[in-house]
């Protein structure tokens, strides 16, 4: 089945410690998304790509880090920088970014934890 | 800046009562695109609905309607006889032409038996 992964579901990070977050999707998408969930808000974009080799930051970009060196994946690391990474971090992608009107496919999130 | 309002924090409604979840926007984009998600317990966000600002016509599928309403900035999302599987988290967002999803804070519905 076509989708999106995202792994893994739950992560621990210990203090001064870098993190990296799994995304991969077979929907042959060109553009790419991470989204930070705190509770009881909406989703905030981190970073985005529109294309392979290219990504942008989004909103509350500091203290994270993407890659797009395949066209399947987008990891994202959470480094040390970011002082407050709980939360529950979301995939998404869609065919092309370039219009903003393609609807986005999200993955099941990562949730992640403070040790 | 793009900005979107769902004031509705939490809604609990019985079984097969009708429901309407508010949605308002603010943008200065003459082109701009509406949409709809839904984020069940298990935390992926489904698509729904997307909306263009040029189609102002409203949408039926299944017990599920949409108004948009453009001199009102609105485009809420009415479920007809809710169903127990309808609770969830329901989210309204914008793109415009930064291109980037403007998601409102949630509305979170609870269908009762």
């Known amino acids: 089945d076509g989708g999106i992964t995202q792994s893994p579901k739950y992560l621990f990070r210990k203090e001064g410690q870098n993190v990296t977050l799994s995304c991969e999707q077979n929907l042959n998408h060109d553009a790419m998304y991470w989204y930070r969930q705190d509770p009881g808000q909406g989703l905030r974009l981190i970073y985005y790509?529109?294309?392979?080799?290219?990504?942008q930051k989004g909103d509350i970009a500091e203290g994270y880090s993407v890659s797009r060196e395949k066209k399947e994946s987008f990891p994202l690391t959470v480094t040390s920088a970011q002082k407050n990474p709980t939360a529950f971090y979301l995939c998404a992608s869609s065919l092309t970014g370039v219009e903003g009107n393609q609807p986005q496919h999200f993955g099941d999130g990562t949730r992640l934890s403070i040790l | 800046a793009q900005k979107v309002t769902q004031a509705q924090t939490e809604i609990s409604v019985v079984e097969k009562e009708d429901v309407t979840l508010d949605c308002v926007y603010e943008t200065r984009d003459t082109t701009y695109y509406l949409f709809w998600y839904k984020q069940p317990p298990s935390g992926e966000l489904v698509f729904l609905i997307r909306?263009?600002?040029?189609?102002?016509q409203n949408e039926i599928s299944g017990r599920y309607s949409w108004n948009f309403q453009k001199s009102t900035s609105s485009f809420n999302f009415t479920i007809t006889a809710s169903q127990v599987v309808d609770s969830a988290v329901y989210f309204c967002?914008?793109?415009?032409?930064?291109?980037?999803?403007?998601f409102g804070s949630g509305t979170q519905l609870t269908v009762l038996p």
């Open positions: 790509s529109q294309i392979v080799n290219d990504f």
């Open positions: 909306r263009n600002s040029f189609d102002e």
């Open positions: 967002a914008l793109s415009g032409s930064a291109r980037q999803l403007t």
